[in-house]
């Protein structure tokens, strides 16, 4: 039975997985690991990146890109907490942009001109239906 890309059969038990056809591995002669052939960029680019023979396995345990969108989803959820109840009273163009700046400084004006839209919008939308 062949194998389907995630490198197990469906339908079989753990227990006996099967893997792909060596085929569609191919053997490192820097470090004589075996690697799946469309990973075989990636394993190069490793390589290089580490000049030494051994290659972490697996993702990077900590990369800066996570931690950042964290911050900026928090601060975006700050922001429409803050920002949704001024909206619903009315309140005036002026005082949701200060709101805003308090609620998410490091956001650019740009990012909360965008929430404050479309937490306008949303309120709207709903008020109509």
């Known amino acids: 039975m ?5 490198m197990f059969v469906k339908g079989q038990p753990a227990t006996e997985l099967k893997y792909l056809p060596s085929s569609d ?12 052939k469309k990973n075989w960029a990636r394993h190069c680019k490793a390589h290089a990146r580490y000049k030494d023979r051994q290659c972490p396995r697996g993702r990077p345990s900590d990369t800066g890109a996570s931690h950042l969108q964290q911050r900026t989803a ?20 002026d005082v949701l942009v200060r709101l805003a700046e ?10 909360k001109s965008i929430c404050i839209r479309t937490i ?6 709903v008020k109509m239906s």
């Open 2 to 6: 062949y194998m389907s890309k995630n």
């Open 25 to 36: 591995r191919v053997t490192c002669k820097s470090c004589g690991d075996t690697v799946v």
């Open 74 to 93: 928090k601060q975006v959820k700050t922001l429409v907490d803050k920002v949704y109840v001024a909206v619903c009273t009315n309140t005036s163009e």
């Open 102 to 111: 308090e609620a998410a400084p490091e956001l650019t004006s740009q990012e």
């Open 120 to 125: 306008q919008t949303v309120i709207q939308k």
